[in-house]
């Protein structure tokens, strides 16, 4: 019996799966990578949990970091990942090593109607498609069709300058300058980029904070108090969800512009798929298509959020199948 791994690991949890080669599942976890110091440990740990032996043919790892040759670092984590050492540790016969947005790009041509939300209709014609999603950090990728289905290429667009767009965004930017040499989007439109807009309102509109809000954010989750305390009505908070959502719409746009995806442009990313309320809420959308003259090529555009957050390991499954008979 063949047996396939396919990993989703991101900068605070790793999906891990096992099946066999015709897509029986044998064992999927969730892990949190804060409990592990490398992800050597916790595959360690994922297969530990398995009763038996199931010799893993191919192992397809996506990575939320930029893949060089033959080892992946994550971005928000200090894990760096080499092929060669887990195929001799594990006994893997072949480690394929994969973007996560590259992952993501692959498993929506996996997906069903079922797994979409549809922002905008516009008019789907022939041409790219493009992802982008936050989480932990900001993944952005493109997709280009092919005979035999869809090519996917990875960027790491979420890095580029973020470009205020009112007096707000400017002090914004002002306030970052000052802590880092680079401010990029995935600097604000992350969790992590959340909670920065929320301490920045506070400070610069000096608004009251809720002090129930402050307490659960230095125990749980900050970015997901935030969104739970706006969903209920604090004022802050609220404010800090719907900035961060014009931020990440403003991005969504520049993607679009720069790959004109006719073919759809995927909002993806735990953020989301967790927020869809409050994004239906926001100028998300508006904030997408405000690029001026450039308005009416990105109101044709169909723009679709992706509610399945396995989209990414199906992704990776895939590329696993793929490798197995290449």
């Known amino acids: 019996m063949v047996y396939l791994l396919a990993a989703d690991i991101g900068g605070t949890k790793t999906l891990l799966q096992l099946t066999t080669k015709e897509g029986e599942l044998i064992h999927k976890q969730r892990f949190e990578c804060c409990l592990y110091e490398s992800f050597e440990h916790l595959l360690a740990a994922f297969l530990a949990e398995i009763e038996g032996a199931y010799p893993i043919a191919v192992a397809s790892l996506a990575v939320a970091g930029p893949v060089e040759g033959d080892s992946a ?45 549809t922002l905008q209709v516009g008019e789907p014609d022939a041409g790219p498609r493009a992802v982008i999603g936050a989480g932990t950090g900001l993944g952005q990728a493109y997709m280009i069709e092919h005979a035999h289905g869809w090519k996917v290429y990875p960027t ?22 000052k802590r880092f040499e680079h401010v ?17 309102l506070r400070d610069y509109r000096q608004m009251e904070e809720n002090p ?19 969903r209920d009505g604090d004022s802050l908070s609220y404010e800090a969800m719907m900035l961060f959502f014009a931020l990440y719409g403003a991005q969504a746009g520049n993607l679009a512009l720069t790959v004109m995806p006719k073919n759809g442009l995927y909002i993806a990313g735990g953020i989301v798929t967790k927020n869809l309320d409050l994004l239906e809420q926001s100028l ?35 590329l696993a199948r793929k490798a197995m008979y290449n």
């Open 212 to 230: 129930d809000c402050r307490l659960a954010m230095m125990k749980e989750n900050a970015a997901k108090v935030i969104s739970d305390y706006a």
């Open 284 to 318: 998300f959308l508006e904030a997408l298509l405000a690029k001026g003259r450039m308005r009416h090529l990105l109101e044709r555009l169909p723009i679709r959020v992706v509610l399945d957050p396995d989209a990414g390991l199906k992704g990776a499954h895939l």
């Open 184 to 200: 990029s989007y995935e600097r604000l439109v992350s969790g992590e980029g959340i909670v920065t807009i929320y301490n920045f």
């Open 156 to 177: 790491e667009g979420g890095h580029t300058d973020f470009a205020p767009q009112d007096s707000t965004q400017t002090r914004l930017l002002e306030h970052l300058l």
């Open 73 to 117: 670092k994550v971005t928000n984590l200090p894990w760096v990942i080499v092929r060669t050492e887990l195929e001799h540790r594990f006994s893997i016969e072949t480690v394929v090593l994969c973007n996560d947005f590259e992952a993501v790009g692959y498993g929506i041509a996996e997906l069903d109607e079922q797994d979409y939300s």
